[in-house]
């Protein structure tokens, strides 16, 4: 079983509506959680940041972190086509170095 | 643009051969590290360096090696290379460890 499980998808919905992702992991030791955008055949561009449970708004990027339940989340609100890419969800342990990534979901934005 | 440089963008080769990757991390970042990005297996940890020094290692093959120099510049050798070795490869740096870590664009190798 892998540490970080994310549904590949693909997820198509349609312009304007909202985009929900998530991961789930295994590892109580995570303690930081990040998103990362990823254009085909780019790097990883990071969206979003938060190493505490809860809720973290930028723009129209929510992350929420719930460490009870293991469980991460991406909102993305009134999606773009633009919005259309691999979204990797990824988590760091407490001292830890590496990034431990989930498998990426591809999502689709319907204009 | 994260800051952070790959060369060269793509990389092909044969079956034996040896190549090497460049990567020069966001001015005044001190680490760097190496991820591989196949189809099966996602994106993978390799190696880490912190002003120089080996500080973490991954998955990483004994063909493979890297090291990172005094103006911080990383390179990371692929050796006796295999069809299985065709990846993405990713450099990505921070100011530390647990510090946001930055990718580049990534070395697209292709092993024939």
């Known amino acids: 079983q892998k540490e970080v499980e994310q549904d590949p998808g693909p997820l198509s919905v349609p312009e304007g509506a909202i985009v929900s992702l998530n991961c789930t992991y295994s590892n109580s030791a995570f303690q930081y959680f990040m998103w990362y955008r990823q254009y085909s055949r780019k790097g990883p561009e990071l969206l979003m940041y938060t190493y505490s449970s809860g809720n973290k708004e930028d723009g129209r990027f929510t992350a929420q972190v719930d460490k009870s339940s293991k469980y991460i989340s991406l909102f993305i609100r009134d999606s773009q086509p633009s919005d259309s890419a691999t979204y990797l969800c990824a988590m760091i342990k407490a001292a830890g170095n590496k990034l431990t990534f989930g498998g990426g979901t591809r999502v689709l934005v319907k204009p | 643009d994260s800051g952070v440089t790959q060369t060269p963008k793509h990389l092909i080769t044969a079956t034996g051969q040896r190549v090497t990757l460049r990567c020069s991390p966001r001015?005044?970042?001190?680490?760097v590290y190496w991820y591989q990005q196949s189809l099966d297996q996602g994106l993978q940890f390799l190696i880490q360096y912190y002003n120089g020094e080996e500080r973490a290692k991954g998955n990483i093959l004994e063909r493979f090696s890297a090291q990172q120099f005094p103006d911080l510049h990383s390179e990371l050798n692929l050796s006796s290379l295999e069809l299985g070795d065709s990846a993405l490869y990713f450099c990505?740096?921070?100011?530390?460890?647990?510090?946001?870590?930055?990718f580049g664009p990534g070395t697209r190798l292709l092993v024939l």
């Open positions: 001015s005044g970042d001190l680490s």
């Open positions: 990505a740096s921070s100011a530390d460890s647990q510090e946001t870590q930055y």
